[in-house]
């Protein structure tokens, strides 16, 4: 019975442990990607990828950030002048969600600069939902009312 007790107290121990620990870094993911952003808009590339890369360490799980990071690693790599850097960070962050409205406005540019309009049309498109804007629905619209 003493045994068992010991396992439970062990158990109960390791669990509030983990819990803190989880609390804590998830705490300390967000001190450092705050801590990247900030560095990102004065220009300090090198402090943010530094503070970006223990964000990713601290929360592997999150795809929130690594979406995120992604996304803002593509845009230091533009800024730096390399559009291939930038653009497999913008399809990297796309891989992680499809739907990331930032990565595909941020791709589309880069295809624009990088391989013209035609190719960026895609990326375009699907920021603008042209599906659902075709006018195709407006105009039968009408002609189905008098039949």
């Known amino acids: 019975m003493r045994r ?25 993911a967000i001190s450092y990607y705050n801590e990247g952003v900030k560095a990102q808009k004065s220009g300090d590339f090198n402090g943010a990828f530094n503070a970006y890369q223990k964000t990713l360490l601290l929360a592997p799980d999150n795809l ?6 992604r ?35 941020n791709l589309g540019l880069i295809y624009d600069a990088r391989r013209g309009k035609a190719a960026s049309l895609p990326y375009w498109a699907q920021l603008l939902d042209l599906e659902s804007l075709k006018p195709r629905e407006f105009i039968l619209e009408p002609a189905r009312k008098k039949e």
């Open 4 to 28: 068992i007790a010991v396992l439970v107290l062990l158990y109960l121990t390791c669990a509030v442990c983990n819990v803190y620990a989880l609390g804590f870094s998830t705490e300390e």
């Open 64 to 69: 929130e950030y690594h979406k995120s990071i």
């Open 71 to 105: 996304n803002n690693l593509g845009i230091m790599y533009h800024h730096r002048g390399d559009l291939a850097g930038a653009e497999q960070a913008f399809k990297e962050a796309l891989l992680i969600d499809p739907e990331y409205q930032a990565a595909k406005f």
